[in-house]
């Protein structure tokens, strides 16, 4: 049977931006196909318009390899319409310190690597086609943290980031051909599971005086991926509430 809903590609679904993400999407009447380290609550299997969830390690290059042939299955030769690359990974101490370029070991980096940076690109090349048939567009969530130090953010996930937003421009011009749109979005200060109390101090540098939500980011993921923004390709949007501006 063919598929009327457009779909969605969407990994780290489980909790913070992902989640946010799915929900909005699956409000605009979209097919949501996941992937997380978690699964996910048992209330969110029954909407209709989540299809699949697909628990998964995308830091494992063989788990990355495996999702994209099980999601490619479950696309069956249909159009995908959009990948939204959200999987990432910004480690510390076990003392909460953040990890700079003189503390933590190589082994750390090339993980965070792997998952911020290597899986989008390789998620990107086994979506192509399924995204060529649909039109469709990527969105890669950066940072702001990788475009100035962060106080919190550590070096590997800060660099990790600004490679990816370097990745989205190289996707973009290669992408076209396809007729594939590829953007980035930015974050800045979002509230979720992952944000501790030291955070509140950044809320005097933020101009719109308040932390983002999760909600803010997604909608701005969602309209990027719509004809909205059929003419966008190549761009990063910071949703910082002005923050990247000072």
């Not at 995308?58 to 490619?72: C, K, M």
């Not at 944000?195 to 308040?210: G, Q, V």
Request: include cysteine; hydrophobic fraction near 40%; aromatic fraction near 8%.
């Amino acid at each position: 049977m063919t598929e009327s809903r457009p779909t969605v590609i969407l990994t780290g679904a489980s909790q913070g931006i992902g989640h946010a993400t799915v929900i909005r999407f699956m409000k605009e009447g979209w097919r949501v196909i996941s992937c997380a380290r978690q699964d996910i609550p048992e209330h969110c299997r029954r909407d209709p318009n989540w299809t699949h969830h697909i628990p998964t390690d995308l830091s494992q290059p063989e788990a990355v390899d495996r999702f994209v042939e099980t999601a490619n299955a479950i696309l069956d030769g249909q159009p995908l319409h959009a990948l939204v690359n959200n999987a990432g990974v910004s480690p510390k101490t076990s003392y909460q310190e953040r990890l700079g370029v003189l503390n933590g070991a190589l082994d750390g980096w090339r993980a965070v690597f792997e998952l911020n940076f290597f899986a989008p690109l390789k998620l990107a090349r086994g979506f192509a086609g399924a995204l060529h048939r649909g039109k469709g567009a990527i969105v890669n969530i950066t940072s702001i943290a990788g475009h100035y130090v962060h106080p919190f953010a550590g070096s590997a996930y800060s660099t990790s980031k600004a490679a990816l937003s370097g990745l989205t421009r190289e996707m973009a011009a290669e992408f076209a051909q396809l007729g594939v749109r590829v953007n980035a979005v930015a974050p800045g200060e979002i509230k979720t599971e992952m944000i501790s109390a030291e955070y509140e101090a950044f809320i005097p540098r933020i101009p719109l005086e308040r932390m983002g939500t999760t909600e803010d980011v997604a909608g701005v993921v969602y309209r990027l991926c719509t004809e909205d923004f059929a003419y966008v390709t190549g761009t990063e949007i910071f949703v910082t509430g002005g923050q990247h501006l000072l």
